[in-house]
């Protein structure tokens, strides 16, 4: 059954094998060893997406109702794996009979399982109505949403109870199953877009109820699926109900997995809200979350955050915010943060025309840099001007007399690992004015290359070989992100090197 699943996913099945397949599986499921049915309820679901219609309805409808109706309950548990296959390819009305006719019998069963079961299968079922006019059953609906006036006390959502309960409560029906809340909350964009944005008012209640609920594994779920919802139900609904919800993720502290989905769901979410003041609200959000310490101790969290920036819709319409942002990046205690800050203003920097404003900000942040009492803040003033010349087009950092000023005062900096970043971005610049002009190297990067030759530490003039050297020499023309300040603590291999001339490279 296994192999019969295998090669009808894998690919295109002539009728004959298609026949000869629905055969043997007719036969496994009704084989007397419960195990052999379970497989063949997998391999039903595949060949229900492929074989004709007719096929379909004479011969695997019949074999699927006697599997779901089976004494054995992982027999039962098996044929749900099947249903939305069978139910994609069947006609609106024997599409609706045969769904109701087996999750609301199954919803009731006597396994714990085969309940879960069902709600795991409730959101892929109901978007198999997502053509039909007039949207899936109310019945269905009402099972993914729970009942709306319960017989008995129904357990709060935060505080139902993990594991086998069902062998301590043993009457806990379909709606107080402990797996409802992952469950749904992994289904509810699935079942908001076959509903629509129009139909979210009935949905709204219940996925609020859910966003109050303290499970990990839920909180998750909800945070990275944000955007889809968002991209769904439209940006007024997204704005009025979703927003309050990425933020409650944003600012949770006992799991930073949630923290991270919600950032990672950031940019299309920012995108489906449109413009106005909830996307407005996000960037200055995002600001006062960083400076107030809410990302202070998951450094993941601030590094995914400035790896997102420039894909933030709207974020050239807000300069202040991501020069603010960038610029806490690029004085980040970590170092790979700060290589995603560098990363990011590398890509902003191609495309000058669209962050103009941004890059105004960005000059002034970034050359401060230079002059800081911190020597990290000094060495990442350095790589991120190695990086600019490495990966734009454009070469302005020679005419720069701001920027050359800087470099030449580093030059003489009592750092070590300062001086070697000054030699290997003298270096870069040398070899890359050669490459794109053709034109004789400017004085000034001549005279930086001989003071730097002349540095009294073996490690720094390691790095700057002789001018005439340069031109015969291969330089790699492109960065990873994750090499800016790698690069700083691997020179070449020297002798006689003395222990004075070690370089700081900590970052």
Not at 256 to 271: Q, S, Y
Not at 400 to 406: F, G, L
């Amino acid at each position: 059954m296994s192999l019969i699943a295998a090669v009808t996913a894998g690919g295109s099945l002539a009728p004959d094998i298609q026949r000869v397949f629905v055969k043997e599986v007719e036969r496994a499921g009704k084989d007397p060893v419960y195990w052999v049915r379970r497989e063949a309820s997998f391999a039903l679901g595949a060949l229900a997406k492929v074989v004709p219609e007719e096929l379909l309805v004479l011969t695997l409808l019949p074999l699927f109702d006697s599997l779901r109706s089976d004494s054995v309950w992982n027999v039962r548990h098996s044929s749900l794996f099947a249903l939305p296959a069978v139910l994609s390819r069947l006609s609106p009305h024997l599409r609706r009979s045969v769904a109701l006719s087996t999750l609301v019998p199954l919803s009731r069963d006597e396994s714990p399982a085969v309940r879960s079961g069902v709600l795991e299968a409730l959101g892929e079922v109901l978007y198999t109505f997502h053509t039909d006019q007039d949207g899936p059953p109310s019945e269905l609906l009402r099972l993914f949403l729970g009942r709306e006036q319960p017989s008995k006390e129904q357990y709060p959502v935060a505080c139902r109870m993990p594991g086998a309960i069902w062998s301590v409560l043993p009457d806990l029906d379909f709606f107080d199953d402990p797996a409802r809340p992952l469950a749904c909350a992994f289904n509810y964009p699935a079942v908001a877009l076959t509903l629509g944005s129009a139909r979210w008012g009935e949905l709204r209640e219940y996925y609020l109820t859910l966003a109050q609920c303290k499970t990990s594994k839920v909180r998750r779920t909800l945070a990275a699926s944000l955007g889809e919802l968002a991209r769904v139900i439209g940006p007024e609904n997204a704005a009025r109900d979703l927003s309050q919800v990425w933020w409650d993720a944003m600012r949770c502290d006992d799991d930073g997995d949630v923290r991270l989905k919600a950032i990672e769901a950031l940019p299309l979410f920012v995108d489906s809200l449109g413009e106005g003041k909830a996307r407005d609200d996000i960037f200055t959000g995002l600001v006062k979350a960083w400076e107030e310490g809410w990302l202070s101790r998951n450094w993941r969290a601030r590094e995914s955050l400035i790896q997102v920036l420039a894909d933030l819709a709207g974020s050239p319409s807000h300069p202040d915010c991501v020069c603010r942002l960038l610029k806490n990046g690029l004085e980040d205690d970590f170092g790979t943060v700060r290589d995603a800050a560098i990363h990011v203003i590398t890509r902003v920097w191609a495309d000058c025309d669209k962050w103009a404003v941004v890059l105004d900000g960005l000059r002034r942040d970034i050359i401060a840099l230079a002059h800081a009492s911190s020597y990290r803040k000094r060495m990442t003033y350095v790589a991120c001007q190695q990086s600019l010349v490495l990966m734009t087009e454009k070469n302005s950092f020679v005419v720069d007399d701001t920027n050359w000023e800087a470099l030449r005062q580093l030059a003489h900096d009592r750092v070590v690992g300062v001086r070697i970043g000054v030699a290997r971005l003298a270096k870069s610049l040398y070899d890359k004015h050669t490459r794109s002009s053709g034109l004789q190297v400017p004085q000034r990067i001549i005279d930086l290359v001989e003071q730097l030759r002349r540095d009294t530490s073996t490690e720094v003039r390691s790095y700057v070989p002789k001018v005439v050297d340069f031109c015969d020499e291969t330089h790699a023309t492109g960065s990873s992100r994750s090499g800016v300040f790698a690069t700083f603590s691997r020179p070449p291999p020297i002798t006689n090197r003395s222990e004075k001339d070690v370089p700081m490279t900590s970052l």
